[in-house]
């Protein structure tokens, strides 16, 4: 366990450092990059002028109080200003990440459910089994963004009530929530479907392994002995004692469910953190870039964690046995 | 010596084959087919016709040209990824599988490090700041790779390791490279080369992903890029040029990744079989 949390922090550690030397790696620096304009030689700035902009940006300080400077900042919650957007960065991220979040936690949420119960449905018909489980090898392999495209060009440019791209209708104002919520669904089903399509076989695979453990055990042929129903042995056996490693793999998953989001907003220029990751990079906004960057891992470290918490509370409370 | 028994699979001759036939008719498209696949050769999104089997582009260049282009462009990123994850994830795997100690507990804090890091965002990060380049995109990819391979091998090191044929080996004075040559790669090999193959699959999904968000190098053509810049070029929706222009590379891609990741799970298959 103790190995666990240094791992986490570690990892932690190891990412933000990199965050910060990233920009001070890269080739050239941006101060040569603000003065000219784009690829044209620089004269027009002097040594004295770029003396005194390092000075007020605090890069003429050693590097390791720089370091120190920038983590008593962050702590502080300021993550600098965004280039592109003028406001500061927590500000932009605080705009956009809510929106991420329900792409992601819509298809984490639906995926789980779908993907348990067509375990369940394989359990009783093999033949059944044998075409989801195919179906599901073929899917699971195909990125996203792929089928992303494919339903907006096949769905969303021929259906005329699903919008091409955004969260809601611009300048549109709604009669009552009920309207509004539909308008975030509509726009949202799309992206969400595609990542459905991708993330179910996961947990597909994750549970139809978990619950085809479980019928082995012994305790189900007890409960088959006993004269127990089929139902009775399904929910109460197979569900319930097969159900803990796909709740692991639900946080596992963030991590491949980030990425395919960040991918799925640009198909469908949904205005999430993918979103502004994407525009980060093409207005070469990297104050941006690194405050997104922190965030989205920190997500994703913590769900990892959270399931490695999940899988030593198991192996304490089941003993040897498991 | 036996020949392995995926050489007879017959999924796997069909999925090979299918690489095989879009190889050819790719080297056709980039050697023998006329059209430059960065010159323009034709009018303005010109739709399939006898001289542009598959239309012209925007700029009224050849979408087949590019397509096959694009193709060796994959592979190529894919190869060569795969490759530099396959040296660097069989050599960590293996010594962290065999020495144990101070060597294991470093390297594999390593590699918990490597996995636990989300993929696409560093990638991003790093594509952002080291500019958009081929050899850029396959270090990032092949960094992001290795980690997963190099556990499978330290796992099946360490199961091996400690078996009586090779004690008896090392007790006759066997050395690290005797040993690791006679008795530990033949079994590593296999599983090493599946995934690497599997890597292949990956690599090239990551490259179109990266070019797809505009982070390829912008003068070779690949397929992320191509949906890149059919996605974005205004009035797409509203005319019929996406069923060329943007469709081929899609499928293509699809296509490609299927046929890798499917080979390597049916080898995988056979090898567990076996």
Known sequence: MLKKIILFICTFMVIYTFNFFIPRLMPGDPFSYTSSVSGEDIDGISEADLETMKAYYGLDRPIGEQFINTISSNLNGDFGQSIHYKKSVIEVIGERLPWTLVIMISTLVSSLLLGVS??????????????IYTTATLLSEIPAFLIGILLLFLVAAQVKFIPLSGNVTPFKSFASWPAYWFDVFIHALLPITAMVIITTPIFYFTARG????????????????????EKQIRYKYIVLNGIFPVITRFFLSVGACLGGTILIENVFAYPGLGKILQEGVMYRDYVLIQGVFLISSLMVLTAS???????????KTRGINQ | ???????????????????????????YGSLIYPHSWFQPSGGSLEPPSVTHVLGTDDLGIDIFAQLSRGFFTS????LMAAAIAFMLGGVLGGLAGYFKGWVDESISFVINLFLAIPQLPIMIVMGAFFGPSIVNVVLIVALFSWAPIAKIVRAKMVERIDSNYIRL??????????????????DILPVLSVNAIAVIGKAI??????????????????????????????????????????????????????CIRLISREIENQLIND
């Open chain 1, 210 to 229: 978990s619950f085809l453990n479980v019928l082995k055990k012994t305790y189900v042929l007890n409960a088959k002995g006993k004269g127990l129903s």
């Open chain 2, 205 to 258: 999904v990551q490259e179109a992903s990266l070019a797809f968000l505009g982070l390829s190098d912008p003068l070779s053509k690949s397929w992320g890029l191509m949906m890149n810049k059919a996605i974005n070029f205004k009035g797409i929706y509203f005319m019929d040029a996406w069923i060329w222009w943007l469709l081929p590379p899609l499928f293509c891609l699809m296509g490609t990744i299927l």
């Open chain 1, 305 to 315: 964690f959270i399931a490695d918490l999940i899988n030593e509370g198991l192996k």
């Open chain 2, 75 to 78: 592979i190529l990123i894919g």
């Open chain 2, 1 to 27: 010596m036996k020949k392995p028994a995926f050489l007879f699979n017959q999924r796997i001759t069909v999925l090979a084959a299918v690489l095989v036939i879009l190889f050819i008719i790719f080297a």
């Open chain 2, 169 to 186: 080996a090392k007790s006759y004075g066997g050395g690290f490279f005797y040993i690791v040559k006679t008795h530990l790669l033949p």
């Open chain 1, 118 to 131: 067509l375990a369940l449905v394989g359990l009783r018909r093999k033949k059944m089994d044998g075409l």
